[in-house]
């Protein structure tokens, strides 16, 4: 929920920092204070909506899918093969960029005979790099690494191979075998239908350079392009589906601070004093207050709020809370609900704060026990030294829940 407006000002949330620690219990620590404050801060009004509400926790974990992907070939060099061995595509790491690196883009629609006559000649060869676009169509991504263990085995060093969708597109690679020679980012040598290191190594040498076209034989790629797979299935992603399914889960699992209706109109004082259990400083290591000392916050400064405290349920404390006014006339009024409905929180939330003309805030356990608020619908604002928490019956025959 929203909490104090970054508008007020520093002098105000002076105000509203040293309030939430004092909400504290008397002998808590300053981490307590700190992490409550920075907890409010965080949720100042104005800050853009959670992830979760704006169909970003889909977007995140596909994205997270893409990187678990790029990067799982690291898997097929080390835990996957259990193997010694280098790490995989290490001439993409080492290989300086004005050095020649040999792209051989392969799937295993070439056979696994031809697969392991490949994964052999590339063995040792730091300059040369075996790309897959994917996994096979409906193959996860732990069988892709047991066939590649199972062709693997035996060869030493291992070939650099990596799972790298990203250079299939970027060369437009539409079948296999093709080699790409890429030099400072761009294409040297480009030839299709060709496995043949020792070849290329030999028209490199004579000075080859450009498209050599089709020399060989060239298949279809049996794998799943990820990236346009990844792409499809966040188009078909509801996502305003998504941002409702959020919505009703953030309801269903919140957790309410509900209090009893006021029986009798009761006022209640509050002593906000405390004695610091060791030094306590501010985020910036100023000190605020020294071990053992006493301190009542409103000796420093004045409260400066008002807090409304009601059941938004029940229409009839929305009504009295609605008229209730506050002694300091120039104190800064607060709403607090101990509750709203399940079903149509944000709705509610929105017609609420319509009908009263303010933000609404959600009441928190740390305020309810700071400001020993026992009843609802209460005021709490200052009096002299102290808070007064006015508790106030509701009129008869009212109080049913909306």
Not at 210 to 223: F, K, R, Y
Not at 283 to 296: E, Y
Not at 379 to 391: D, P, T
Request: contains cysteine; glycine residues 6%; charged residues 25%.
């Amino acid at each position: 929920m929203r909490c104090f407006d970054r508008s007020q000002g520093p002098w105000r949330q002076s105000v509203v920092c040293l309030f939430c620690w004092v909400s504290v219990q008397a002998v808590q620590a300053e981490e307590a204070w700190l992490q409550r404050s920075q907890a409010i801060l965080q949720a100042l009004e104005g800050q853009a909506r959670p992830d979760w509400l704006n169909g970003q926790a889909e977007q995140l974990d596909v994205r997270r899918q893409v990187q678990q992907v790029l990067e799982a070939s690291q898997a097929i060099q080390t835990g996957a093969l259990s193997t010694g061995s280098t790490t995989l595509a290490r001439g993409l790491l080492t290989t300086p960029s004005n050095k020649p690196l040999t792209l051989l883009f392969v799937s295993f629609s070439l056979g696994e005979s031809a697969l392991k006559g490949i994964f052999e000649e590339a063995s040792g060869r730091d300059n040369v790099v075996l790309v897959f676009r994917g996994p096979k169509p409906r193959q996860k991504l732990p069988a892709l690494m047991a066939d590649l263990k199972r062709l693997l085995k035996g060869i030493e060093p291992l070939p650099n191979i990596v799972i790298d969708p990203t250079r299939f597109q970027r060369w437009s690679v539409l079948s296999v075998p093709d080699i790409v020679v890429e030099q400072e980012g761009k294409s040297r040598l480009h030839v299709r239908g060709v496995t043949s290191l020792s070849w290329l190594d030999e028209q490199l040498k004579a000075g080859k350079q450009g498209d050599l076209g089709t020399m060989g034989d060239v298949a279809e790629i049996a794998e799943i392009d990820l990236l346009d797979d990844l792409k499809r299935r966040m188009a078909a992603i509801d996502w305003k589906q998504k941002q409702q399914q959020a919505i009703a889960r953030f309801w269903a699992q919140q957790k309410f601070e509900d209090l009893p209706t006021a029986q009798e109109d009761h006022d209640r004082t509050v002593d906000l004093t405390i004695t610091a259990p060791r030094d306590l400083a501010a985020p910036n290591g100023q000190l605020i207050i020294r071990a053992g000392q006493t301190v009542n916050p409103l000796d420093k400064m004045p409260f400066g709020l008002c807090l409304k405290v009601f059941d938004a349920t029940v229409p009839a404390q929305v009504e009295l809370i609605r008229h209730q006014s506050c002694q300091d006339k120039q104190a800064r009024v607060m709403h607090l609900s101990t509750q709203l409905p399940r079903q149509d929180g944000w709705d509610s939330l929105k017609h609420l704060e319509t009908a009263l003309q303010a933000p609404v805030y959600l009441l928190t356990p740390d305020v309810r026990s700071r400001f020993q608020l026992q009843h609802v619908p209460s005021v709490v604002e200052q009096s002299g030294k102290r808070l007064l928490v006015h508790e106030r019956k509701l009129p008869a025959s009212t109080g049913e829940r909306s």
